[in-house]
């Protein structure tokens, strides 16, 4: 209690300044840019990091990576398109798990359940037996995933089961519902997504089919625009109201940010990668995970329900207070976590050209929780954004792509994924005692 | 509005009244036909002993407690409180001793928890920033840096007001505060209670549960006493003092303290 009473106590005001501003976010203390720089760096010395350490762990990987790898490979354009096709999975995942964990809850099933979606998406569109049209199977796909979660969701909250049980059960079932769905028609276990058929291609080219380069261009201007305006008029209102909004030099300097990463990404996709022929285009993957990125970043920054996910992962007691219909929103979130979980099995059914009985959902979940950690989620609720999901499977997916570059095993790449996380959950850890001492005991 | 209220005479009808309250929760008695009042414009202090029975009174008011028997008339009108939304609908808002804000959210995020505005579907912060920097700087609770830092970075007294804040901002007419000042040092302290004072001023009624006596003298309109689920004291808090309501707490009577209310009730200065 002492220390949550010097700031008051404390005569001199610039010491107080000084005490509270370790604890603020830099955007809103912060006149100038100036400002904002020496807020952020006192903030990161209180543990209050960000997006910050992943990254400087995605800047270490590179460099590491480009440093050993045969003919610094690891930075070609056509490794980074691939290392961004590896981690697509793995993001998309953990925006899924996002929704678990932001709720102090946890979903193990995420990865076989991702198998059923991808399963079903296989097998529907099949010329020779279910025939479906791909969007159809899509539909079917994602919305089989989203009732799984509701299911799981039902029995968290109506019957007030532990999540880990619930979803670890699930883990199970689900690995017996993949590899029944599997035995299904005359694959022998291996429905493939080989073929000319124009509802194969589609499947197949949502991790592979790639856009033309001067679309790519177009599409990329018309978002970093629209991006861009948003935030510039946003902010620009706020000001002018007199509102809390951050310096106009920060403002702009996050476009620009916005815009350099744009065109580089663009601008490598667009290069040549194929060794023979032509490959080139920004592959349909980014946009995928992108339209994930951004239809979530809204549900939970701007909606009621996003709001009421945050509310019950920092205070449930003070959630069910507020009237907020807690197993209602626990349940969606099961539910959306589930769907979201979908999307990422038919991108790894793309990814794979097919479904077999040697996928790992037990591997897949722990990746998609480690990825959420790794980009700034926490553990304990409440705390964590879409985007880290994607920065973490990004690290996952460096990680991966380059000790295969390297010719290391894969017991290497376990060993080093479970390191990652071990500091990433340290990092969490830490900067969530370093909150706690810096105001009052929690209650 | 809420000046209309502060106008009211005091002896009208108390805003809420509470008649014949029972409860129990299997074979223990909680409350056993407690009276209350609570007049607009009052703060009343609800004084008792460890198990005296506060928090079950409070919890029936806030809907949480479904009574076994008794009454509640709202304005003179029975109504029934069967839920937390029931005494949200009729103007009734509790400041638990948890404070029961959610740490990781804001300032404006936390008075505005299940209330949000929306503009086409998604959150009007602009609006709802606005609202809340007003109500703030209504009760001159401007020690906070910003309406935007997290909770998790307010002191003890900063966040109780936030707490009471979002109570008032709703229009409320009773609030409730569940041990408002425990834990709280001294300046945070004062800060809280002229916080109570200022809802009282803008015609608020104000129950007060609190063991701190310091606390209850200080800024009490009326006191009400319970003692192992009876009402045994309730009136205006110049007819106590100190040692007279200290007995009604512990043995649920206090023969002095009846005759120095009938013989000097005017000389005793509530504080």
Redesign the interface.
């Known amino acids: ?1 002492a220390q ?2 010097a ?3 404390v005569p001199d005001p610039t010491a107080a ?1 000084d005490a ?1 501003a370790l ?3 830099p955007e ?2 912060a006149q100038s840019l100036g400002q904002w720089f020496r807020a952020w760096i006192a903030r990161l010395r209180a543990g209050e990091s960000g997006v910050l350490p992943v990254i400087a762990g995605l800047i270490l990987i590179s460099i590491v990576f480009t440093a050993i790898s045969p003919n610094q490979v690891f930075l070609s354009a056509g490794n980074l398109v691939n290392l961004f096709q590896q981690s697509a999975v793995f993001m998309v995942l953990a925006m899924a798990e996002g929704f678990a964990l932001l709720l102090g809850e946890i979903d193990l099933s995420v990865g076989y359940v991702a198998a059923v979606g991808g399963v079903i998406g296989v097998q529907l569109v099949q010329p020779t037996t279910a025939r479906w049209p791909w969007w159809g199977a899509i539909i079917v796909a994602v919305l089989a995933c989203g009732l799984i979660g509701a299911w799981q969701g039902t029995l968290i909250t109506r019957l007030r089961l532990s999540s880990l049980i619930v979803t670890l059960a699930g883990l199970l079932i689900f690995n017996g519902v993949v590899l029944i769905l599997l035995g299904l028609g005359p694959f022998s276990g291996y429905p493939s997504l080989a073929g000319e058929n124009n509802n194969l291609q589609v499947i197949y080219k949502l991790m592979w089919g790639t856009i033309d380069p001067v679309v790519s261009w177009i599409g990329m201007a018309v978002i970093v625009v629209a991006l861009g305006a948003v935030l510039w008029f946003g902010d620009s ?2 000001r002018r ?1 007199g ?2 909004a951050p310096p106009v030099s920060l403002t702009l300097l996050k476009i620009v940010l916005i815009a350099v990463v744009s065109v580089v990404v663009v601008a490598i996709c667009n290069v040549n990668r194929a060794a023979i022929g032509t490959l080139e285009g920004v592959p349909w993957v980014i946009p995928i995970v992108l339209a994930v990125l951004a239809a979530w970043t ?1 549900l939970l920054q ?3 329900f996003g ?1 009421y996910v ?2 019950i ?3 449930r ?3 069910r ?4 219909k807690v197993g209602t929103i626990v349940t969606w979130c099961f539910t959306l976590c589930s769907f979201t979980a979908g999307i990422g099995g038919l991108l790894y059914a793309s990814y794979l050209g097919g479904m077999s009985n040697n996928v790992n959902g037990g591997q897949l979940v722990l990746y998609a929780v480690a990825a959420a950690v790794i980009g700034g989620t926490s553990l304990f609720g ?2 964590g954004k879409v985007l880290h999901g994607v920065l973490g499977g990004l690290v996952i997916g460096g990680i991966y792509n380059g000790m295969y570059l390297l010719g290391l095993d894969v017991k290497w790449q376990f060993i080093v994924t479970g390191l990652v996380l071990l500091v990433a959950t340290t990092i969490d850890a830490l900067s969530r005692r370093g ?2 001492g ?3 005991a ?2 | 509005m809420a000046q209309l209220i502060a106008q009211a005479p005091v002896a009208a009808e108390p805003l809420l009244k509470v008649r014949g309250l029972d409860k129990h929760f299997g074979p223990v008695q909680a409350l056993t036909k407690v009276d209350l009042d609570l007049p607009a414009g009052q703060v009343t202090a609800l004084a008792g002993d460890n198990g005296a029975g506060k928090s079950v009174l409070t919890k029936c008011i806030a809907g949480i407690y479904q009574p076994d028997h008794g009454e509640f008339f709202w304005e003179g009108h029975p109504v029934q409180i069967h839920s937390p939304r029931d005494a949200a609908r009729l103007g009734i808002e509790t400041v638990y001793q948890d404070l029961a804000l959610a740490d990781n959210l804001d300032i404006v995020q936390n008075m505005f928890l299940g209330r949000e505005r929306v503009h086409n579907g998604l959150l009007d912060e602009d609006d709802m920033e606005r609202a809340a920097s007003k109500t703030l700087s209504g009760l001159r609770v401007t020690t906070v840096r910003s309406i935007r830092q997290p909770v998790a970075s307010l002191s003890g007294g900063q966040r109780q007001s936030v707490a009471v804040a979002k109570a008032v901002m709703w229009n409320l007419k009773l609030v409730m505060l569940d041990e408002p000042t425990a834990a709280l040092g001294v300046v945070q302290t004062k800060m809280v209670l002229d916080l109570v004072r200022r809802l009282r001023d803008r015609g608020l009624a104000v129950m007060m549960i609190s063991h701190n006596l310091n606390d209850v003298f200080e800024v009490a309109d009326r006191i009400a006493v319970l003692s192992l689920g009876r009402m045994v004291a309730q009136d205006r808090a110049s007819a106590f003092d100190r040692q007279s309501v200290v007995e009604y707490m512990t043995t649920g009577g206090s023969t002095r303290a009846r005759q120095a209310a009938d013989g000097e009730a005017t000389k005793h200065g509530a504080g």
């Open positions: 209690m949550a009473e700031p008051e106590a300044a509270a604890e603020l976010p809103i203390v209102r706020r109201s509102l809390v809204i701007r909606t009621r709001r945050y509310a992962g920092g205070n007691e003070a959630a207070r507020a009237g907020i409440g705390r909150a706690t810096g105001s009052v929690r209650v």
